[in-house]
């Protein structure tokens, strides 16, 4: 039996249960058959599918290669199976379908829907739950139910991408996640609520928001409720881009290690980029209350890749553009629901060039090691860093080169591009149902990649093109 496979199929299991929910929610609220049956059949599919499987026992000693195979699969498979309540129920052709639901389980935000509102409240609450889904990882989902420590949990858990364990097991570890996610959900959908947001509206954008996705229910985005709404979802969208062991010592009343390197890198950002494009915006004409607003919604949405906008960025400046690309490429912390490079890694190369000029200057015999904190850092994970910067960066370019061979300009290019593969959600206006299909897949991909970090579908490609 193929391990990929049997796992793989397992975590669809998990997805067609939240399929199952949206499908009695169309019926009850909807009252379209349609719709419920839009989200019954794929359900119904992935289940049966599953029977043969059900039987045999779990496959033990899975490789970390293994583990890469089954995110990057798994992830595809989400994808593809999410599509299809998009289709059936006739609102999206099935690549726009496609890309669709890649945007939300990778938590994007980037979508095919030039008109939300008219949309049933089924369809809408099946984005949300996309992005729900794969903020916090629908492996961490598939893991938070196992009741074994294993090579398998331990495996899974480091190919989506995490690392630290703030309890004895890995399961305990995601639990204590869920935990905390569930309650930051509940928590910013009531003060949502509280500040005149719709009930339904206000869950929703909770959801999207902690997972750093930013499908919204309203057309303009967060434009369409207050400004304090704005300034709520501001918190909302930093705690969402905040590792969860911050958010756990938080919980234990350890606020010094809440405020972690890349928590303090996170404000320190925030405040100077988003200075630097309030300055710009005044001198621009923009009033200071209004054009604050705007800097720091925005670079916090940027930066953390939850993708949510208080107005059209097409019209921004280049320059203001330009901050909002790098803090793409920055996206949040290790740990978090963001994605991009991670500010530890940025911080691991910004420390490596002071490392790397103090090596130079004192003798060849002196031992300086690479240090950050308390934390002395190998050779080998300054290497990694590196390599990952650029291969992410090289992956970057080669999207933007493909739209700018299409008639975009290079900052556009590169805000699209940048913004699908940190899985933010900004867009200045390229992404829509009428752009070519080679641009449609290059997102999708640029999504995908961007969402697992790289190396396992490359792994899973490799290892396809050996065979």
């Known amino acids: 039996m193929n391990k990929v496979l049997y796992y793989s199929l397992k975590l669809l299991t998990y997805v067609s249960i939240f399929m199952l929910i949206d499908g009695v929610y169309a019926l ?15 359900a ?18 899975l490789t ?3 583990s890469f195979k089954i995110a990057a699969i798994g992830w595809l498979f989400m994808s593809l199976f999410g599509a299809i309540p998009f289709i059936i129920s006739g609102y999206l052709n099935p690549l726009d379908a496609w890309f669709e639901s890649m945007s939300g389980f990778t938590a994007t935000g980037l979508t095919m829907f030039t008109n939300v509102e008219i949309l049933p409240k089924s369809i809408l609450l099946w984005r949300s739950l996309t992005e729900w889904i794969g903020g916090v990882g629908v492996i961490a989902l598939f893991l938070s139910v196992m009741y074994r420590t294993s090579k398998v949990v331990q495996t899974l858990y480091f190919a989506e991408g995490r690392s630290d364990k703030t309890e004895p097991t890995v399961v305990g570890t995601v639990r204590k996640i869920w935990v905390i996610y569930l309650f930051y959900t509940f928590l910013f959908a009531f003060i949502f609520y509280l500040l005149k947001v719709p009930l339904f509206d206000a869950v929703n954008i909770a959801m999207t928001a902690l997972a750093t996705g930013g499908f919204a229910v309203t057309n303009n985005s967060i434009a369409a409720y207050s400004p304090y709404v704005a300034i709520a979802m501001i918190f909302a969208m930093f705690a969402g881009g905040t590792s969860f062991v911050s958010h756990i010592n938080l919980f234990r009343g350890k606020f010094r290690k809440f405020m972690s390197i890349e928590v303090k890198a996170m404000v320190v950002i ?32 940027a930066l953390t890749g939850t993708g949510f906008s208080l107005s059209n960025l097409s019209n921004l400046p280049s320059f203001d553009k330009t901050i909002l690309i790098l803090s793409m490429i920055f996206g949040g912390a290790y740990g978090s629901t963001s994605s991009a490079l991670k500010l530890i890694r940025v911080i691991v190369l910004v420390y490596g060039i002071v490392w790397y000029v103090k090596v130079r200057l004192y003798p060849q015999s002196a031992i300086i090691p690479f240090k950050i904190g308390k934390k002395v850092f190998e050779s080998s994970e300054v290497r990694d860093v590196a390599v990952y910067t650029t291969t992410y960066l090289f992956i970057l370019l080669f999207g933007a080169f493909i739209f700018m061979a299409y008639g975009h300009s290079l900052v556009n290019s590169l805000f699209e591009v940048a ?10 206006g390229l992404t829509s149902p ?17 969402r697992l970090e790289i190396f396992p579908i490359l792994i899973l490609l490799a290892d396809m093109i050996r065979r």
């Open 434 to 450: 009428l752009m070519p299909w080679v641009e449609k897949v290059t997102l999708i991909l640029e999504m995908w990649f961007g």
């Open 44 to 61: 119904s599919w992935i289940l049966f599918i599953w029977v043969p499987f059900m039987k045999l026992p779990p496959p033990q000693n």
């Open 64 to 66: 970390l290669r293994d």
């Open 270 to 301: 925030i405040i100077f980029f988003s200075g630097m494009m309030l300055l710009h915006l005044v001198y621009l004409g923009s009033g200071w209350s209004m054009a604050s607003l705007q800097a720091f919604f925005h670079v916090t949405s």
């Open 28 to 42: 009850i609220v909807d009252r379209s058959v349609i719709l419920t049956l839009s989200f019954l059949f794929p």
């Open 419 to 428: 913004s699908a593969e940190g899985n933010v959600g900004l867009t200045v």
